[in-house]
């Protein structure tokens, strides 16, 4: 099947809520930066051309200057909290885990709170305050205090089906990784997925009832579906995938690529 055949699912989707006088909204995150790297400047490359927002979740206790002086003419990049050092402390019998209860709170607290401070001396206004969990796995006792170390918003993987004590801004379809697979995922597969996440919005699924419902809507509304990429293990079916999506919806009338800051202060 050629891409143009697999992208026409999603372009009937789009018309469709054209046809209803809705748009959606889209943002893109990118995980693991830490330094200047081909995969990077590749990505930088093409959200740059195609106008797309860039959220990069950088691993504080990793990073370095380069990074922070390379991302600073690129108007269109956000910086947020990756974890601190991306340390699987999880045993080997569960899934990986940094910010999970294998330690005291006030020290995994301790080290975010680190990395906050951290990355905003070195971004400047370029940090966003969110917190990017590694393996978009957090501890639900570490939740609510995030607020109280500074931090205003938290995105993992999936879509919101309950309230939490800090606003969410999640990801929904990974572009490297699924269930057994990770790298060159079919792109029909891809589009699948987000023609799904479009479907499900449009007929006001996956929302809980009751109190819970009423503040999850009233916060978010429409809740804008996240794209989730990992440069530094791009290859081309990646990098392929990336700038057909940003080619067949960089004009839509019903789609919008938002950046998190603006999502946040929606």
Request: charged share 25%.
């Amino acid at each position: 099947m050629s891409d143009d055949q697999t992208f026409a699912a999603l372009r009937h989707e789009l018309d469709r809520w054209q046809s209803a006088g809705r748009t959606a909204r889209f943002w893109l995150r990118d995980d693991d930066a830490v330094e200047v790297t081909d995969g990077l400047e590749k990505l930088l490359d093409a959200t740059r051309r195609a106008s797309v927002p860039l959220t990069l979740a950088v691993i504080p206790a990793c990073t370095v200057e380069a990074l922070a002086t390379r991302l600073a003419p690129e108007d269109h990049v956000l910086v947020a909290v990756h974890g601190w050092s991306h340390q699987n402390h999880a045993s080997p019998d569960e899934k990986k885990q940094e910010l999970g209860s294998h330690r005291h709170a006030d020290v995994v607290l301790a080290e975010l709170r680190n990395g906050l401070d951290r990355l905003r001396r070195l971004y400047g206004p370029k940090l966003i305050p969110m917190l990017v969990p590694p393996w978009n796995r957090i501890s639900a006792e570490l939740v609510a205090p995030l607020p109280e170390q500074g931090f205003e918003v938290l995105s993992v993987f999936g879509s919101i089906k309950h309230y939490s004590p800090i606003r969410l801004l999640n990801t929904h379809v990974d572009v490297v990784n699924a269930r057994g697979q990770r790298g060159e995922r079919p792109h029909a597969d891809l589009v699948r997925e987000l023609v799904g996440e479009l479907q499900a919005r449009f007929a006001g699924e996956r929302s809980p009832g009751g109190q819970a419902a009423r503040q999850v809507r009233s916060t978010w509304g429409n809740e804008p579906i996240g794209i989730l990429t990992h440069h530094l293990v791009h290859g081309a079916s990646e990098r392929e995938f990336l700038a057909r999506l940003f080619g067949e919806t960089a004009d839509h009338p019903a789609m919008s690529w938002m950046s998190a800051r603006d999502l946040v202060d929606s």
